[in-house]
């Protein structure tokens, strides 16, 4: 079974940084495109990241380049989404997912970053 | 930036009666490779978003068979031909042709 385990959100100042993490078992990590999708409270779906199987290619959403960055550990098993410079308009659950036929399959329960003073 | 639209946004329905929600996209999501990455997805209130379809009418495994995809081009909808208690809850469409890929702002179905 695919399991999909975000961590790492929480209450931080405009201006700061956050690193998530995704814990992802029961599939081949190494082999899947893997990505990062946020709500806003009350709010639709916003694509913000995705990243290859190796690591080399990423891909963001405008809103957050140059201040966000995915990574993934394969030997971990991990994603990763380093957020700096937040704004408040970043404040959102952060859902993990892994990619398939363009699209996200399997999606963790998501992590809540507030970005407020 | 590919602009899905969906319709209606607010849908009541009623148990054991077919429902259809509609998404247009801005421009055609035929991809260069041939295929066209329109999909589905269900969220429940407090739940994490399902995919239901993707390439516009494939089910993904355990979607019940209620639920069908049709359209091509820009034009596409998602029928439910018996709707259940359980198919509450907010519908997006979204596109995985372009990147960035985007989701249609949810058509919200309740009972």
């Known amino acids: 079974e695919v399991q999909l385990v975000e961590s790492g959100g929480g209450l931080v100042q405009p201006g700061g940084s956050l690193r998530l993490s995704c814990a992802a078992s029961g599939f081949s990590f190494i082999t899947h495109w893997m990505g990062w999708v946020r709500q806003a409270p009350g709010k639709g779906l916003e694509w913000v990241a995705g990243i290859n199987p190796d690591g080399s290619e990423k891909s963001y959403v405008d809103s957050v380049k140059g201040r966000f960055t995915v990574t993934r550990d394969n030997a971990q098993g991990s994603l990763y989404l380093e957020m700096n410079s937040l704004k408040g308009e970043d404040t959102a659950v952060y859902y993990c997912?892994?990619?398939?036929?363009?699209?996200?399959?399997?999606w963790g329960q998501g992590t809540l970053v507030t970005v407020s003073s | 930036d590919v602009v899905m639209t969906q319709s209606p946004l607010s849908l009541p329905v009623t148990l054991g009666q077919p429902a259809s929600i509609s998404c247009r996209s801005s421009q055609s999501l035929v991809h260069s490779d041939g295929n066209t990455y329109f999909n589905w997805f269900h969220q429940r209130p407090g739940q994490s978003p399902r995919r239901l379809i993707y390439k516009v009418s494939n089910r993904d495994s355990g979607v019940p068979d209620r639920f069908s995809g049709s359209g091509s081009g820009t034009d596409f909808t998602l029928k439910i031909s018996r709707v259940e208690a359980e198919d509450v809850g907010i519908y997006y469409c979204m596109q995985g042709s372009y990147w960035p890929w985007t989701f249609g702002q949810g058509t919200k179905v309740e009972i």
């Open positions: 997912a892994t990619l398939g036929d363009h699209s996200a399959v399997h």
